[in-house]
């Protein structure tokens, strides 16, 4: 083959691969704004985020006993913060939320730029490490109404900006401050400080680890304090409730289950890290038997001279920080049945790609092999995300019906959006059902006022739905089966769903679709409306109703055992 040939062959398979990344980005991007711009919610939650934003809006604090546990926030609200005056002059609504996600999800695009650039990448390679990213990105939960996108961007920022100015004083400070916030915005993005300190201490300065580390501790003491002032339930909240319904939930089966499906994702990137790890340990070898037997390993730690590193040959930064995400994963998120491979994508993906797309770089002779590849990894990566964004809107026309012509609504979280915009209180929340979980604590940090503790806390809140339930206040209810009315732990003398029964009809049974996601697909919704006076207490007795699957009579007491 003549020279002028294969350049013009290189020339043709270099266009063709830059055109096969531009329209991944471009088909990523139309995917992005048709999950943006999507009528409906993509999540069941995803409700809640909407209910917190409009408690701020409203000047009320969530984490008040007021707000309790009706306006309850299980993850901080530093988002919500940002969001809400966004949200006073346009409207609360889902759009607002998502648009918020994506700025920040192109930000995190943009700082997996620039580390795979610093890490030796070439501009194209890294250009596809940041597509790739962000096709991580927008799976499931990250980019709907969440805290998800702008916590992951405090995560990353805390990591890079060190690792960035070489561990200057200084960006180790911008680190805490930034590690501190995205604390914050979600529990554990707060990881980023101790890939950080651990960095430091093995491959920096001991000495420099511990004083980063009292830092932090300081900086998160007064930071708690001023919270637990400021707001008395968000310790139950945040940490208790999380923490009990985790251990509730969480089982090993769902970190194997996720980390088997990841890799079939993600297996050409593997074939290719594979291969270079190979070429790597064989070229290492050779240089070494070239140079003869003779040569001394230095010693691999340093454990008395606090100014130096523990370790003395560095480790990869961006290899280490992928391991430490691993390790997290596996020992603790991975364990959560929610959020589906999220957790992976958001805390391995950017450090993973990052580092083989900089390894491609550095092995220009088996780039075109590689670029196979990473064409298929682009395949696998859009082929995941869910591309049918149709929804059936006969059952979500009548809701919104309904809610156009009532005041006062219990609303569940799949219609927070419209009950907002009527105007109407809100009842729930999407972390309300795990209020419950919020009493495991010690003792010793219990209220001193016993009315103030969670189960005085919930009983009122069951006292109050009970007695507007019974003075028939509520124009509307829309229950599904996630968000059931909210039943006493005390008096089983008085049940809720009897009182409903017993002044309320059930009207009809509708079910919501939702785009088909991972976990989703629809949610029977039941209509309760006050009974007349005229049928006196005949709706104590199971009626038939009508469910809108192909208009199927349901009788009510069965109504939950219909299949979704």
């Not at 050409?268 to 003869?292: D, K």
């Not at 939702?514 to 104590?540: D, E, N, S, T």
């Amino acid at each position: 083959m003549t020279t002028s040939l294969r350049t013009r062959l290189g020339v043709a398979f270099n266009g063709l691969f830059l055109g096969c990344v531009i329209f991944f980005a471009v088909a990523l991007a139309y995917n992005h704004v048709q999950l943006i711009t999507h009528e409906y919610p993509l999540d069941y939650n995803e409700g809640g985020m909407l209910v917190t934003t409009q408690s701020l809006v409203n000047g009320e604090n969530p984490y008040s006993v007021e707000s309790q546990p009706a306006h309850i926030s299980l993850y901080p609200i530093l988002t919500n913060i940002l969001v809400a005056p966004l949200a006073r002059a346009f409207g609360n609504t889902f759009e607002l939320h998502r648009v918020f996600s994506a700025v920040f999800i192109i930000a995190c695009c943009a700082i997996c730029y620039y580390l795979c650039r610093k890490e030796s990448g070439r501009r194209t390679e890294s250009f596809v490490a940041a597509a790739l990213c962000y096709a991580a990105f927008l799976h499931y939960s990250t980019p709907v109404a969440s805290t998800n996108s702008f916590g992951l961007f405090l995560f990353l920022a805390a990591i890079a900006i060190p690792w960035v100015q070489g561990f200057s004083t200084r960006s180790l400070a911008v680190s805490i401050v930034l590690g501190v916030l995205a604390f914050y915005t979600k529990q554990y993005f707060v990881a980023c400080l101790g890939y950080v300190a651990l960095y430091v201490f093995l491959a920096e300065s001991k000495k420099r680890a511990i004083y980063y580390g009292l830092a932090t501790t300081c900086i998160f003491i007064v930071g708690l304090a001023v919270v637990a002032y400021t707001s008395p339930y968000y310790f139950e909240a945040t940490f208790f409730a999380v923490g009990a319904a985790y251990a509730e939930y969480s089982g090993n089966q769902f970190v194997n289950r996720q980390l088997i499906e990841y890799m079939q994702i993600y297996l050409p990137l593997l074939v290719i890290l594979a291969s270079m790890i190979v070429y790597s340990r064989y070229s290492q070898r050779l240089r070494i038997a070239r140079a003869g037997k003779n040569i001394k390993s230095p010693l691999f730690v340093n454990l008395f001279d606090l100014d130096e590193p523990l370790l003395r040959l560095k480790p990869n930064y961006i290899w280490f920080c992928g391991a430490c995400s691993l390790i997290t994963f596996v020992l603790i998120l991975g364990r959560n049945p929610g959020n589906h491979l999220t957790y992976l994508f958001q805390l391995i993906s950017p450090f993973f790609i990052v580092g083989t797309f900089a390894f491609i770089s550095d092995m220009p002779k088996a780039r075109w092999p590689f670029r196979i590849l990473i064409v298929l990894a682009a395949y696998n990566s859009y082929v995941m995300l869910p591309r049918d964004f149709s929804v059936k809107e006969e059952g979500w026309r009548t809701i919104r019906h309904e809610i156009s012509q009532a005041d006062d609504i219990y609303a569940s979280t799949l219609v927070i959006e419209e009950a907002i915009a009527r105007g109407s209180p809100l009842y729930i929340s999407g972390g309300t059902r795990y209020f419950k979980f919020a009493g495991a604590q010690p003792a010793f940090l219990m209220k001193t006022n016993e009315q103030d503790r969670v189960p005085a806390v919930w009983e009122r809140h069951v006292k109050r739905i009970q007695t507007k339930i019974q003075n028939k206040e509520f124009d509307l209810l829309l229950i599904d089966k996630l968000m059931s009315l909210p039943k006493s732990h005390l008096d089983h003398a008085i049940d809720t769903d009897t009182l409903l029964r017993a002044n309320y009809e059930m009207t009809a049974v509708i079910r919501l679709h939702l785009m088909k996601r991972f976990g989703r697909g629809g949610y029977l919704v039941q209509i309760w409306k006050p009974i007349r006076a005229k049928y006196g207490a005949r709706a104590l007795q199971p009626r038939q109703v009508v469910c809108s699957r192909g208009g199927t009579h349901v009788p009510s007491d069965q109504v939950w055992s219909a299949t979704l």
